[in-house]
């Protein structure tokens, strides 16, 4: 609590501090009216902006600034730019400004302009999924997997040579990891995003938590004075159909922005797992068909309204509701030394699974003063419950098919709630030395799951109380921040940050009558420095420390029986493990990037697939087992090879050192992995893209792990059509289906344990989408306090 309090007599002054300003006043006009909206922007020496605002409606304006000499620039959509170099000792009035109008058509001008697939930013990397053409008529997450550097891959979402990320949307973290995960993003529509930021390094405003840093999906908000409508449908097929429908509203006009969108999922899809377990006795071989029913409905409504130029209100809700029932065939294969079939079982069980999540916002930007400091506030809540209902039967068989008896016949009903509220408060404020921001947020979270075992064996359903459990989880984090950084001229820049975070998380299991309590305090530095040699070379340097808590789940100690002879427990003892990244970065021109990556895990934990050779039991547990150094050089190339012919590259070479902190009977091995990307557009007409990806990871080790190799081969297609307000796509995705986690291999107690799972990768897609509403721009957004947030929110 110490270092608590002494982050908040540094940071609260800093609210107090006000200084005297002089009044800066002109009007705005073209040669024969006065000009409404225009943007009015205010630089600084070192070229910086630091303040801004827009003419009234008589083309007037007025700014408060310090006295000191400045650069004013005047903008406005089909007029020529405006500068002046000016000096500040008094209140002064410019008089009238002439902006005159441009030769260019304003049409001819959108249709020119185009964004960067790749942007490169200080602290960040910006993906503009739109120029990817296999995005149409897909999901968030089939949106991230084709980020640069990102790999979704067996419910995980990884930032190649950082680890597992966490996800963001509109800088508010989701409160949800893993297959719930997944899900989750799988239920908003690609087309309802405007960019996703990569963070490796985040800084110290966003949570701590995630080794592999976070991933921030920026949901779009509309174009100023319009509103749109854009409709989807698409098919996929793979052994099963899935059909979705979305829906995504925009309106922006005056002070209110609006954005609502439905989406609608209904279908099947196939999964086929393969488990060998090498046991001393002989292989058992387990060889799992699953068919999971795909239905989904979600919706979003968000909206933001201008008090003023100073003030903004608005709030956002999502809701999903999920239910992928399931159908599993399973068969259990199991072998003598002699490779020969002993016998058999087989299970058949059916699950019937519902989800539902539900997030609200509610925030609040104010700029306070002509200084450009802004307060911001968010409030949000969000719940997550699962519901989990499944019917299974297995019997032994000998190996020439005559029935023995029952392995096993039973009900397994679960039910999880989550809830999470969290308050949060940001400040904004620039300094004559430096920019400085600071915030605080405090957090509360409720976790209760039950599992309610019935055992059916006798015909009569029969509760059994050592199968069965509840399980209550809290924990609660209150953090404090500050950052500042400091341009000192044009070529470097400095940025530093500490976080500070505190946690108490308690832990209880009725059936167990076992609590399991845990705190701690802990900083969080981080530092960015940049310098731009040339106008074609740039470095950077950034390190930052980073947390990754257990999932919920993880921290339950109660035993699950898969089988007679196969069951899955959590850990309550499961600690936080640490890591301290590093990265190094060279850009040149901005179309070729070098990255060197280092990254030091403490007190790793991961899931162990262990066994006990005296019974072939086979075990699934979790543990803190492994410290590791992670590293690796990457390149990413961004070339246009001709004028219909764009392409985005990437290669990783990744290496890692690891260490067992605790014995569990296997030896740590590693092994180089190449990871290679390319993504290529080819224009074949005025509205015409083809596209065509392909990707590639080689087989690998790291620590308790082997990993075999992943590609993928996609080739997409987009037709434009009545002026883009139709546009056809159509998509084949994995067409050698080859990218599903395969030969996933440990070696624990002596014995070897070997994994696959396809999940219906290979698909093809059709896709229809067809937008319109009032495209028309008759004015030019606001320049508020809050303009850079808000470029990165629209």
């Known amino acids: 609590m110490k270092k608590l309090h002494l982050l908040i007599f540094l940071v609260l002054p800093l609210f107090c ?17 006065p000009l409404e909206w225009t943007n009015v922007s205010i630089s600084n020496s070192e070229g910086k902006i630091i303040d801004g605002t827009t003419t009234k409606q008589d083309g007037s304006f007025e700014i408060h600034l310090k006295s000191g000499s400045y650069k004013i620039g005047i903008g406005l959509l089909g007029f020529t730019d405006y500068q002046k170099e000016i000096s500040l000792e008094k209140d002064t009035d410019l008089g009238n400004i002439i902006l005159k109008e441009n030769e260019t058509k304003l049409v001819e001008v959108v249709i020119q302009s185009k964004k960067k697939t790749i942007e490169q930013k200080t602290d960040r990397l910006v993906y503009n999924l739109e120029n990817n053409v296999t995005n149409v008529g897909g999901d968030a997450l089939s949106a991230i997997n084709t980020a640069p550097g990102v790999v979704v891959q067996n419910n995980t979402i990884n930032i190649l040579g ?39 390094n985040p800084p110290a405003k966003y949570e701590a938590e995630g080794t592999g840093g976070l991933i921030n999906i920026i949901m779009k908000k509309g174009t100023r004075d319009s509103w749109k409508n854009t409709t989807t449908a ?17 309106y922006n006009k005056n002070k209110l922005r609006l954005s609502a969108s439905f989406n609608g999922k209904t279908g099947y899809k196939n999964i086929d797992e393969v488990s060998d377990v090498y046991f001393e006795d002989g292989l058992s071989n387990l060889n799992a068909r699953t068919k999971v029913k795909n239905e989904n409905l979600s919706g979003k409504l968000d909206l933001d309204y201008d008090f003023s130029e100073k003030t903004t209100i608005g709030f956002q809700i999502l809701n999903d509701r999920n239910n992928p029932d399931f ?44 200084l450009n400091r802004k307060l911001s506030f968010d409030v949000d809540y969000f719940n997550y419950n699962s519901k989990f209902d499944r019917e299974f039967l297995a019997n032994n068989y000998l190996a020439d098919g005559t029935f023995v008896d029952v392995n096993q016949s039973g009900r397994n009903i679960s039910n999880q709630d989550i809830d999470n509220l969290s308050f949060k408060a940001d400040m904004e404020h620039p300094l004559q030395a430096m920019n400085l921001s600071y915030g605080a947020k405090i957090s509360f979270t409720n976790s209760i799951s039950d599992i309610l075992y019935y055992n059916t064996i006798t015909g009569n359903p029969v509760l059994d109380p050592s199968q069965s459990n509840r399980f209550k989880y809290t924990e609660n984090n209150q953090a404090a921040y500050i950052n500042a950084d400091k341009k000192i001229n044009e070529k470097w820049n400095f940025q530093l940050g500490l976080r500070l975070e505190n946690t108490q998380t308690t832990g209880f299991s009725e059936t167990l009558n076992q609590e399991t309590i845990n705190n701690y305090l802990k900083l969080f530095p981080t530092f960015y420095t940049s310098y731009k040699k040339n106008e074609n070379n740039s470095f950077s340097l950034n390190y930052g420390k980073r947390i990754n808590r257990p999932r919920f789940d993880l921290l339950n100690p109660f035993r699950i029986y898969i089988s007679s002879n196969s069951y899955s427990e959590g850990n309550p003892f499961l600690k936080p493990s640490f890591s301290d990244n590093f990265e190094f970065a060279h850009s040149y021109k901005e179309i070729l990037r070098t990255s060197v990556t280092v990254n030091l895990v403490t007190n790793g934990y991961g899931v162990l697939f262990t066994s006990n050779p005296e019974t072939n039991t086979q075990i699934v547990t979790r543990d803190n087992y492994f410290k590791s150094l992670n590293y690796g050089i990457g390149e990413t190339y961004s070339a246009t090879f001709a004028d219909w012919w764009q392409s985005e590259n990437l290669l990783y070479f990744l290496g890692a050192k690891t260490e067992f902190i605790k014995d569990i009977n296997a030896t740590p091995t590693n092994s180089l992995q190449i990871d290679f990307s390319t993504n290529n557009t080819f224009i074949l007409g005025k509205a015409t893209k083809l ?5 590639y990871s080689t087989p690998f080790k790291s620590g308790l792990y082997e990993i075999g190799y992943a590609s993928s081969f996609d080739i997409g297609f987009k037709q434009d059509l009545f002026n883009k307000t139709m546009q056809i796509a159509f998509l084949a995705n994995d067409i050698f289906n080859t990218s599903y986690l ?53």
């Open 162 to 200: 950082k680890g597992t990320s966490r996800v963001m949307i509109d800088g508010r973290i989701i409160e949800l990891t893993g297959e719930e995960l997944n899900n989750f993003l799988k239920s908003i529509s690609a087309s309802d995003i405007k960019n996703i930021e990569i963070i490796s």
């Open 742 to 794: 395969k030969d996933f291999t440990s070696v624990v107690n002596g014995v070897k344990q070997v994994y696959n799972n396809n999940e219906s990768n290979r698909f093809v897609r059709l896709s229809v989408v067809y937008n319109f509403g009032n495209k028309k721009i008759n004015v030019k957004e606001r320049a508020l306090g809050n303009q850079e947030e808000r470029k990165r929110a629209n």
């Open 234 to 250: 698409s098919y996929d097929q793979n052994k099963y159909g899935i059909f979705t429908l979305r829906d995504n509203f925009f």
């Open 17 to 33: 501090l006000a200084q005297s300003t002089l009044k800066l006043k002109g009007k705005i006009k073209s040669e024969n009216a």
């Open 327 to 370: 159908q599993s065939n399973i068969v259990v294969n199991k072998y003598n030394r002699q490779n020969e079939l002993q016998n058999y079982i087989l299970n058949n069980s059916f699950a019937d699974r519902e989800s539902r999540n539900q997030t609200y916002n509610g925030h609040l930007i104010t700029k306070l003063d002509s």
């Open 691 to 695: 596209q065509i990806d392909f990707s």
